[in-house]
């Protein structure tokens, strides 16, 4: 054991090393001829103090375990360097592109016509129900008729005492006009004075504005006449087109009241073979759909089978729900097997435009925004990797887009580039080196 050269020493007596009385050790002879003598022990010898063997201080032990894990991170930095960046990418092809507006709509008959009643009163028949098929003319309810008939009778009475009248003023007035020619007659002869003559005159005008008010009551009359007969004659409610009843409204013994709004009687489906969907597109899709476009649509009924139609109409007329501006879209489809039905909520796509083999770049590339680059919102760019490996944008102008595509309308991308998607993340580059079949599914967070 080496001692510390600094540590103290002291000298001792030699006794106190080897007791006296004690037999000391034979000398050692020296090999060498010329030397006989025996070595003798000094009488002092130094002796030397042990080390400190105490526990060491527990932060000299932590600022030793500190720089050894410092540089074992600077060690692992300098030799591993900055991982490779992995990027998702995706070829530009050719390809067909579809553009498409969605909206939700309601099935209605081309012509449905509302029938109503003119009249009040409670109902006494009934001679159509739902699904009824109905022609022009046909009779469909009766209103209780007996208090139109009474007032038919009214009117009649009233007519005739007005015949009466206007008889009784014309007589009057034949004898006013032989007044005034007698008068005249006996004013001549200077038997009567000239103000006897001046009233006969009188009474012959009022006899003949008389009758003229009589007629004017007997014409009244009439109408009131005409009146009554038509108001009986509404009593009956007839069907005013060939259809079929899609909705009753009423039942015998209900009082129906048109005072200030008709009531509604019976829904009348002029032909359900054609049929309509009333759409609403929103503003932001409208301006792509125009007349003539064609769409399809499917029904809750018949979730697999598509109804083809084609936009007949789009209405100028703008619907705002809720500050959300919409416009209604016509589709007429036909409807020959009658398997629509009105009411019926459809799922409507439209066409906007179609082009079979444009070339087109995936949309997951315009959406991709490459770290720490800049980004310019007037042009439509495009991260590109070439045969080099290199990245790069490339500006290009779009046309018109699906859900899974983007038409190239000019730019210098062409068929065969690698464009970029997205970034792969660790987890995606380990699920690459995994044999075929030991691929996880997504991880759940």
């Known amino acids: 054991m080496t001692s510390n050269p600094q540590d103290p020493t002291r000298e001792v007596p030699v006794t106190e090393i080897i007791p006296p009385g004690s037999s000391p050790a034979p000398a050692r002879h020296s090999s060498s001829a010329s030397s006989g003598q025996e070595h003798q022990l000094p009488a002092t010898m130094p002796v030397f103090s042990s080390p400190r063997t105490g526990p060491r201080p527990p932060w000299l032990i932590g600022i030793v375990i500190l720089l050894t894990v410092i540089g074992a991170g600077t060690w692992y930095w300098w030799t591993a360097g900055i991982p490779p960046v992995h990027y998702k ?13 969605t909206a939700t709509g309601t099935v209605n008959p081309v012509v449905s016509v509302q029938v109503g009643s003119q009249v009040s009163g409670k ?14 003319g046909q009779v469909l309810a009766t209103i209780d008729p007996q208090p139109f008939q009474a007032r038919v009778s009214q009117a009649r009475a009233s007519l005739k005492s007005g015949h009466g009248n206007l008889a009784k003023a014309k007589n009057m007035a034949n004898q006013r006009k032989l007044e005034l020619d007698r008068m005249k007659t006996l ?9 006897d003559l001046d009233l006969a005159a009188t009474n012959f005008r009022d006899a003949q504005a008389q009758v003229e008010v009589a007629q004017a009551q007997m014409d009244q009359a009439v109408a009131t006449l005409a009146s009554a007969k038509l108001d009986l004659g509404y009593t009956t409610i007839y069907s005013p087109v060939n259809g079929i009843v899609v909705s009753r409204n009423v039942d015998v013994g209900q009082t129906v009241a048109a005072s200030f709004q008709t009531p509604t009687l019976f829904v009348i489906a002029q032909n359900l073979t054609q049929m309509q969907v009333d759409t609403n597109v929103s503003e932001s899709d409208i301006g792509g759909v125009v007349e003539g476009k064609p769409a399809n649509f499917r029904v809750d009924a018949y979730p697999k089978h ?3 139609g084609i936009v007949t109409q789009v209405r100028n007329a703008p619907i705002s729900i809720q500050n959300v501006v919409t416009y209604d879209v016509v589709i007429t489809v036909d409807n020959r097997d009658l398997k629509l039905k009105p009411g019926m909520t459809a799922n409507v796509t439209i066409v906007t435009a179609k082009k079979e083999n444009p070339l087109r770049v995936p949309n997951g590339a315009l959406r991709f ?14 991260w590109v990797m070439d045969q080099a490996k290199q990245v790069h944008q490339a500006v290009i102008t779009t046309g018109i887009a699906d859900s899974l595509s983007t038409e190239i309308a000019e730019g210098v991308l062409k068929e065969g580039d690698q464009v970029i998607l997205g970034i792969e993340t660790p987890e995606e580059q380990a699920q690459k080196k995994l ?7 997504p991880r759940m967070r």
């Open 187 to 195: 004013l001549r002869q200077q038997f009567v004075s000239q103000a």
């Open 123 to 136: 109902i006494t028949q009934l001679m159509a129900d739902f699904n009824s098929v109905v022609t022009k």
């Open 306 to 308: 598509f109804f083809e």
């Open 435 to 441: 044999p075929p079949g030991f691929e996880g599914g």
């Open 369 to 382: 925004r490459m770290p720490g680059a800049l980004v310019d919102r007037k042009v439509t760019q495009v």
């Open 89 to 101: 990418t995706a070829l530009v092809d050719r390809g067909p592109i579809t553009a498409i507006v």
